[in-house]
């Protein structure tokens, strides 16, 4: 069954460094999401995108964040300048044809990062 | 305020017991609504549904829409213990993104 994969699972950064968090979605998925997850809180949305564009995107997605699809089948996250508060886990996510549930979004198993 | 409420949040049960998870959504440009089993990692898809009354079932978890009460629950019947994990509700709007809540988290002990 194909899967959305992400890398590294773990990444340890210092404060004010950039990181790159990658995921390769499901292909001939065409709908690329990130999410993140502060420990012991809720899934929170951070982006989408779609059609090489960003479709929508929350209030914590400010302007130390990007997201770039390089090629035909990598999607990154890239935080410009960490702070202690992008301490969490980020899960990659896509939907599309292929599925009973196209809308359905599929999610990888998440890069978690830590800030220090 | 939560768009996405849960309850209970926490639940203890015996191998075999059936168990009722509860997920109530705000009606505003709703599409659907998700259910998700999250165990050490990413959540795993498990229901969707759009229409009110219609069951989805699949092995001995069910799961039911009721668009009157704003409303959804997951049954999970002769639970084991590789039932234990949390179980993520979340609402898709009209729009791409999921709006989850806290999870119920279930322990089901032999």
């Known amino acids: 069954e194909p899967e959305v994969t992400q890398t590294p699972s773990h990444q340890v950064t210092q404060m004010g460094q950039e990181v790159i968090l990658r995921c390769v979605p499901i292909?001939?998925?065409?709908?690329f999401y990130w999410y993140r997850q502060i420990l012991g809180q809720k899934v929170e949305f951070l982006v989408s995108?779609?059609?090489?564009?960003?479709?929508?995107k929350s209030e914590i997605f400010d302007d130390q964040f990007s997201v770039e699809r390089p090629d035909g089948s990598n999607f990154t996250l890239k935080i410009r300048s960490t702070k202690l508060e992008d301490s969490a886990m980020y899960f990659c996510a896509s939907s599309g044809p292929g599925h009973i549930y196209q809308e359905t979004q599929y999610f990888g198993p998440g890069t978690r990062l830590l800030v220090l | 305020e939560d768009k996405v409420v849960q309850s209970p949040l926490s639940l203890v049960v015996h191998e075999g017991d059936t168990v009722t998870l509860n997920c109530s959504y705000e009606?505003?440009?709703?599409?659907?609504l998700l259910w998700y089993k999250q165990e050490k990692k990413a959540p795993t898809f498990l229901f969707m549904l759009t229409s009110s009354g219609i069951e989805k079932k699949s092995g001995r978890l069910s799961s039911i829409l009721d668009k009157k009460e704003l409303s959804s629950i997951l049954n999970i019947t002769a639970t084991q213990t590789g039932d234990s994990a949390i179980y993520l509700c979340?609402?898709?709007?009209?729009?791409?993104?999921?709006?989850f809540g806290t999870g119920t988290r279930l322990q089901v002990f032999p």
């Open positions: 292909s001939n998925h065409l709908y």
């Open positions: 979340a609402q898709s709007y009209n729009t791409d993104k999921l709006i």
């Open positions: 009606v505003t440009n709703f599409r659907s």
């Open positions: 995108f779609y059609n090489n564009e960003i479709s929508e």
